[in-house]
């Protein structure tokens, strides 16, 4: 069995865990002790048998008992790299599966404000404005094209098959066609099945593949009035493209939770576009209270089986920086 005597909890977004989730946490290797940190200056990294949260990646060669690492998010941006550094086996797990419904439910209202033209209705509500803009968007007998069909892009995918819309999607390998999708395809047909997509849907993490996938040529391979949803990392798209699209016509519209840059500067142009929607990368975090609670039984179900020797759910593959498949 490996030996789990101390456990340091980061919380993450101001304070994530409430008592139930601390008391959940504990549970999982009782008399181990458990520090809840806010922050991590001052704290003895090399006292830790495992940690809960995202530390500073560069002060991972500090964890010199550390067995595992549990990120409380689904993206792993440079840890497999710092792990890796450290030169020996240490496991690092993310918290894929926390995030899906929260994120997915953020999506839709996005791409339905975008589609109604709620937006612009508002707008005329403050000025006490009576007039029909005319027709708009629907969902049922859409094509919606998923591009990343992880945790999130699965969740977004049923919500937009219940609208009767036909969902296919894009992996980086092929596998089992999931029962709310059509068809499946690698990226390598993109360009084929962008002029067909009436909403491109990404939920993409930042790697080399994916950066600047959505560039200015791509953009304008789009189907003409089509809808186009970010909630991965900003750099997927080509910013300064995406508005030109937008400024154009190009586009039904956009939906963005991240953004490149980001924060988005107070005076890009992006924030003018009308046909645009920015939400601050807030889809995800703690703001949906039962994604907190999916974040704790996640690490609690690890750290249970680091204790008891037992497989580790939700590993990351050092190389590609993804969940592994296999249990």
């Avoid at 969902?139 to 699965?154: R, Y």
């Avoid at 939920?203 to 809808?227: C, I, N, V």
């Avoid at 939906?255 to 890009?268: A, C, M, N, S």
Wanted: proline share 5%; net charge negative; hydrophobic share 40%.
């Amino acid at each position: 069995m490996a030996e789990v005597k101390k456990v340091l909890v980061l919380m993450a977004f101001g304070g994530m865990f409430e008592e139930k989730e601390r008391e959940l946490l504990r549970q999982s290797v009782p008399g181990a002790t458990f520090d809840f940190c806010r922050g991590i200056q001052g704290i003895p990294l090399e006292e830790y048998d495992a940690i809960v949260g995202n530390p500073p990646a560069e002060r991972l060669g500090e964890c010199r008992a550390v067995k595992l690492i549990q990120l409380i998010s689904a993206g792993t941006g440079n840890y497999p790299e710092a792990v890796q550094r450290m030169g020996r086996p240490v496991a690092l797990a993310n918290a894929t599966g926390a995030y899906g419904p929260a994120i997915a439910e953020h999506m839709m209202g996005m791409l339905l404000l975008l589609m109604k033209r709620l937006g612009t209705y508002h707008d005329h509500m403050r000025d006490g404005l009576w007039r029909d803009e005319g027709r708009v968007a629907s969902l049922q007998g859409a094509q919606v094209l998923i591009v990343g069909m992880g945790d999130i892009g699965g969740c977004f995918g049923r919500l937009c098959q219940s609208f009767g819309a036909h969902v296919t999607g894009i992996r980086r390998t092929l596998g089992p066609v999931p029962d709310y999708a059509e068809a499946v395809y690698l990226q390598s047909d993109l360009d084929r099945l962008l002029p067909q997509s009436d909403v491109v849907a990404l939920s993409l993490p930042e790697t080399d593949a994916t950066r600047g996938l959505f560039s200015r040529e791509r953009l304008m391979g789009m189907k003409q009035g089509a809808y186009l949803l970010n909630v991965g990392r900003g750099s997927a798209i080509n910013t300064e493209a995406l508005c030109d699209v937008l400024e154009h016509g190009r586009l039904g519209g956009a939906g963005l939770d991240v953004t490149d840059p980001e924060p988005l500067p107070p005076d890009h142009r992006l924030w003018r576009m009308p046909n645009a929607l920015i939400t601050p990368h807030i889809s995800g975090g703690d703001h949906v209270y039962t994604t907190v609670e999916r974040i704790a039984a996640i690490a609690a179900d690890n750290l249970r089986r680091l204790a008891g020797d037992e497989a580790l759910g939700n590993l990351v593959d050092l190389e590609t920086g993804y969940r592994r498949t296999e249990r």
